[in-house]
């Protein structure tokens, strides 16, 4: 048996890892169109590579995808965080769980990822086909012919890893095979706010704020972090995957609201505040010991109050504003940024087209999907990669819907 596979990403190495386990004497060739592999491993996590995350329970794991956590529980059954974790280490790479539940390997580099992926290929025989764009798939009575700028190349099966495409357009040579796609739009990415003084608390992070998209039930808690363009973190990171679609359609214009007290109401907000009114300290110099000094002063400078004040002179109006602005502080954001260099796409293959349990086209038997290519996207924290192992190990197995 022959197999391709189109794309040398996380998806592709990893399903003809499993082709090979599962079919030891198949041959399998893996085609990228550039000169080099594994691009997205290299720069995940800054670097470090997010393996996974450590959401042991499936019911858990699963509601950290804002597309596609139905469908994943089929191929979560066949191979999930517990099988990853057990996978590097029989290859000797040991894993780490930090405080937010984040994998890494211990060597935080990922370069051991890559290094692990290319001589596991090179140990299973598998070849790989660098600068071979694969131009389209023609359905024939082996199988399938890939046209590539070698020439066409027949195959029994074909796994498409080919990652998210920002374009539509980029999909059209499998949407003329008779597959649905869903419009792609970015997933992860950061909130531009450029006309406001924020921006110069870049750098700054608050450990545990609120963010809500106004006008929608769309919020998320977490740190967030303060920017030279406006807010990140993931809290900001994960609204916008949960919010990707609307967001989209709102041409990145929309109004949000932070909680800089993470989930405390306005009366805790209150209370808290209130227990500073006998001070005579200024207010400049006494705060609430979860908000950061330099956002104190901005909030401070946002609300008129001045902060030679004493807590004890403040005014009822100003007390109010400034329990207001703790926990309903009002940004209008214009424009979104790339998250580092990691980019994630929702859309790609309808999900109404796949099937889950084989990860085998509805539309052309013998022909698989896995990874970014699917409209399946996950928030960040390793979440992704999960999906591109768990979905690519499914896909490997090559198994038959018919």
């Not at 030679?308 to 403040?314: G, K, M, P, S």
Request: one cysteine or more; aromatic letters at 10%; hydrophobic letters at 40%.
């Amino acid at each position: 048996m022959r197999v391709g596979i189109i794309g040398g990403g996380a998806a592709g190495f990893f399903a003809a890892f499993s082709c090979k386990k599962h079919h030891p004497d198949a041959e399998v060739i893996i085609f990228e169109k550039t000169s080099k592999v594994l691009q997205k491993v290299k720069v995940s996590g800054g670097g470090r590579c997010n393996v996974t995350h450590h959401a042991l329970n499936i019911s858990q794991l699963t509601k950290n995808y804002p597309r596609g956590a139905n469908q994943l529980k089929k191929c979560f059954g066949h191979f999930n965080v517990k099988n990853t974790i057990t996978w590097f280490e029989e290859r000797n790479v040991e894993l780490k769980v930090e405080e937010d539940n984040r994998m890494f390997p211990t060597t935080d580099s990922s370069q051991t990822i890559i290094n692990c992926f290319m001589g596991e290929a090179s140990k299973l025989g598998t070849q790989i086909k660098y600068k071979t764009p694969v131009s389209s798939i023609v359905p024939s009575d082996e199988g399938f012919k890939l046209e590539t700028p070698d020439g066409a190349m027949s195959f029994n099966k074909v796994i498409v890893a080919s990652g998210g495409s920002p374009m539509k357009e980029g999909l059209r040579w499998l949407a003329d095979l008779g597959h649905k796609i869903e419009d792609p739009v970015p997933s992860l990415f950061t909130f531009n706010i450029p006309s406001d003084p924020i921006k110069g608390l870049m750098g700054l992070s608050v450990s545990e704020a609120s963010v809500k998209i106004i006008g929608t039930k769309l919020q998320y808690s977490g740190p967030v972090l303060i920017t030279h363009w406006g807010l990140s973190g993931p809290a900001v990171l994960k609204l916008s995957a949960w919010g990707a679609r609307y967001l989209y359609d709102q041409g990145y214009n929309f109004a949000i609201q932070v909680n800089w007290m993470g989930e405390q109401s306005e009366e805790d907000a209150r209370s808290l505040l209130q227990t500073l009114r006998s001070s005579k300290k200024q207010v400049g110099n006494q705060r609430i010991e979860s908000i950061p000094a330099r956002l104190w002063g901005y909030l401070l400078q946002k609300i008129g109050l001045l902060e030679n004040i004493r807590w004890i002179d403040i005014d009822k109006k100003s007390f109010n504003r400034l329990v207001n602005v703790l926990v309903n502080d009002q940004f209008e954001v214009k424009g979104k940024t790339t998250f580092k260099e990691e980019f994630v796409t929702c859309g790609g293959i309808s999900l109404e087209d796949v099937d889950f349990k084989t990860m085998q086209s509805r539309k052309v038997p013998g022909l698989y999907f896995t990874g970014e290519i699917l409209d399946v996207d996950g928030i960040t924290g390793g979440f992704n990669f999960q999906a591109a192992w768990s979905t690519a190990f499914v896909a490997g197995m090559l198994m038959s819907n018919k």
